[in-house]
């Protein structure tokens, strides 16, 4: 095909992609699936996609309108996978000065592998377990990038539902990411007046819409964060602080405060204690009013670097069970990888989901599976008032979630109650 033909298919492509499946006849959507497939078919092509500047900016604006426009179940299930594949391929070494583009292409190309009619295809293949990854890494896809693209694709979907009683409020992605850029620059002008080495700033909270919102915000922006367990004992916070030399940790209330402060003669580095809900008389506590007025201040001298995807991100921490705890330290790769690797094992999941989550946020399965996974799927996440039995069940009736993430336990008293 000459580039010609190619520019008039993409140009075509584009302006019916974006009237979206609702003004296009069935026989339409069946063409432009096929023009879809079509643009991959042949190596030729291919290349052209790349090397070609209006090639390329055309391909942008197609990838990242699919996903509005209702199409994206529709064309994947007929394009090629080998097709794409060997696109995919040409993506991670393509290099010059079409390079930022080449890098935003891919970024869509990942927010769309991720549909249900997609994995099903590809989830037996090994080659695709590689390839996302080298994608992942030769485009820097870090999660600020995929929570930014939720963001614009779900806009007004509700991401959080927050139980209260026989109510709930929701929290959409807008809402959502204008709490995490709030927290995210609260957290930048604090981290600027402390010297700071490896990491930032720790977590010792209970589930919440504010340690969730909280957690984002790092994992967004290059905060590097370390979660203890809201459970530990006063030994096991002090021994977490010394080993990490955090200079600043954000606590749920006044219950893990006293906690703080029966070991704060030990843990010289700890300089600032954040309370979420409760009071101090302690100036080295401030209240999170306070917190929040410090947005904005400084971040032009921010500290933070720019996020790259084999850096940090967080170290989470064992219970101490079998002696002192273990840190566990998460790059951006073992994220977002792992979101791509659980959608592969678990295609039938979507953003038509809705996660009830119990686990805890200092929890591997609480944060990454429910948490990110949400994130991930564009799945809602539905914050359990607490964990008893008869809460539980009076939560999933009123939420109606498609998913629940369990111990054994809590499955045997359902099914007995």
């Not at 497939?37 to 052209?48: D, H, I, L, W, Y």
């Not at 390839?131 to 991401?159: A, C, M, W």
């Not at 079998?322 to 295609?347: E, H, W």
Request: aromatic share 8%.
């Amino acid at each position: 095909m000459s580039n010609s033909k190619l520019l008039e298919q993409l140009s075509g492509l584009r302006q019916s992609i974006l009237k979206g499946k609702a003004a296009l006849e069935t026989e339409e959507v069946e063409e432009l699936s096929n023009d879809f497939s079509g643009v991959f078919e042949n190596t030729v092509n291919r290349k052209k996609l790349l090397t070609e500047e209006e090639n390329s900016e055309l391909l942008l604006a197609i990838l990242k309108a699919i996903p509005s426009s209702q199409l994206a179940d529709k064309l994947l299930e007929d394009l090629d996978a080998e097709s794409l594949y060997q696109f995919c391929k040409l993506l991670i070494t393509a290099s010059g000065k079409n390079e930022l583009v080449i890098n935003e292409i891919t970024h869509e190309l990942l927010n769309l592998i991720r549909n249900t009619n997609w994995l099903k295809k590809i989830s037996a293949d090994e080659k695709w377990h590689t390839i996302i990854h080298d994608l992942i890494k030769s485009s820097n896809y870090t999660f600020g990038r995929l929570f930014k693209q939720r963001v614009r694709d779900y806009s007004e979907k509700p991401l959080f539902k927050v139980i209260q009683g026989s109510r709930f409020e929701e929290y959409s992605w807008n809402r959502v990411n204008k709490i995490v850029e709030q927290y995210s620059s609260s957290l930048k002008s604090l981290i600027n007046d402390y010297k700071t080495d490896e990491t930032h700033v720790a977590f010792l909270m209970e589930n919440s819409i504010e340690m969730a919102s909280l957690d984002l915000a790092c994992l967004t922006s290059g905060i590097k964060n370390v979660m203890i367990p809201a459970n530990s004992v006063p030994a096991h916070i002090s021994f977490i602080l010394n080993q990490t030399k955090v200079p600043i940790i954000i606590a749920s209330d006044e219950k893990q405060l006293a906690r703080i402060k029966s070991v704060k003669n030990e843990v010289p580095h700890l300089k600032l204690v954040v309370l979420v809900k409760g009071k101090s008389i302690e100036n080295w506590v401030i209240p999170f009013e306070k917190f929040l007025s410090r947005t904005g201040k400084n971040e032009a001298e921010s500290k933070i670097e720019p996020v790259n995807i084999d850096d940090l991100t967080t170290i989470m921490y064992t219970s101490g069970t079998t002696g002192d705890p273990k840190g566990i330290m998460f790059s951006q790769m073992n994220i977002v990888y792992k979101r791509f690797c659980r959608a592969l094992a678990l295609p039938k999941i979507s953003d038509k989901d809705r996660c009830l989550a119990f686990l805890p946020l200092f929890h591997t399965f609480g944060r990454f599976l429910e948490l990110t996974g949400s994130v991930f799927w564009g799945a809602e996440y539905c914050f359990m008032e607490n964990p008893s039995v008869e809460t539980m069940i009076a939560n999933m009736n009123l939420v109606k979630p498609t998913i629940f993430i369990s111990i054994p336990k809590k499955w045997l008293q359902i099914f007995e109650a």
